[in-house]
């Protein structure tokens, strides 16, 4: 029996805060326990953001200048973490993702622009991760390439349509943990501390093309479109969720504590998001970097080169965790790609609702993997897109973030809590290092 035809006839619960529905009361429980568990949009888009490309964006940025782009993870923590805030934010108080706010507030042709490039660079992201998956699957058990990756978007897409919302939220914070991978790999490289703390600290910049393209790819990998639209809308589907909530524009009681639990989630997802980026740097610079091997284009080939450097164990644990992020990633992918173009229709959007409550929010969440896995059976290989989709997310980010900072000051949008201080100050630097980024890729491009 379909889950989500069951009628519950007790008060609603908060599919991220649940406490003593899944087992001990909530007053015994510890404070980890409660902290771990109040965990929601934060954690998973934090986590969904180390995907298969992502993966190979680092891996190859370590492969190709060491731990000398370490920084950049330093660099990205607070930015991405008040970006993302930010997008929360925009969801908890309107009741809408940030498409629904577009297309109340502004011109349809900037919605349909919108949309349109987030709905084309999710589509290629999903194509990408989709064929790094297959890569791993085939280096972990054989077999052909293509199987995997249909088996994987058909996964993917059908556990997001008939799993019940509350269940599929908790198996995507189980998937979380297939990243604490990279942290294991750590132990099969001959890391060079002092060189790796350095990387970090102390920046280095080198005038070329292929260095602000890298620094590029990584800004786009971690300051991505797609996460700002899913957390936003997760927001806001979190909140119909619990009809004891209503959007704080509505109903301002409790705002102070619905803020600081965005933050905290929102902090914890994105410093976990670093730490495994972090760690995937240092492993490829320990490793590939140090052994000359810097052509490294995909993370499928990150973990095959690992093998007669790190042992077989190491590639294993590396393909695994690019299996494990994958399945986290293309349901987020995909479902940010239909609250967008559902939210700009204004179509009954939601993971929480029935099939045929929202078929066509479902159908352009199923039409996006189902491009996403045909584009693997074209001529085109997505498995060497993973790199360039992340530019193109970095390129693409630029404006969307305009967009968004330029929102959350309108009170038209926002009420009462219009965003000031440093968090409005903090995701302008974001925009501006993001465009400084784009920028310089381009100036080295010309020169």
Known sequence: MNPRKKKHHHRPIHPSTRSAANGAPSGNSSGMSRFVKALGPGLITGASDDDPSGIGTYSQAGAQLGYHVGWTMLLTFPLMA????????VGRVTGHGIAGNVCRYYSVPLLNAVVTLLFIANTINIAADLGAMADAARLLIGGPALVYVVLFGVVSVVAQIFLDYERYVSVLKWLTLSLFAYVAALAFAKISWGDALLGVLLPRVSWNLDYFTTIVAIFGTTIS?????????????DQRVDKTKRPLIEARYGARKEFSRIRADTVTGMAFSNIIALSIIVTAAATLNASGRTDIQTSAQAAEALRPIAGQFAEIIFALGIVGTGLLAIPVLAGATAYAVGEGRRWPVGLARKPKEAVAFYGVLALSAAIGI???FTSINPISALYWSAVINGVLAVPVMVLLMFMVRRKDVMGHFVVGGPLHWLGWLATAAMSLSVLAMGATFFL
């Open 82 to 89: 008040a970006i993302q805030e930010i997008s929360a934010r």
């Open 225 to 237: 479109p797609y996460l700002f639209f899913w957390q936003a809308s997760q927001e806001a589907e």
């Open 374 to 376: 045909a584009l693997n």
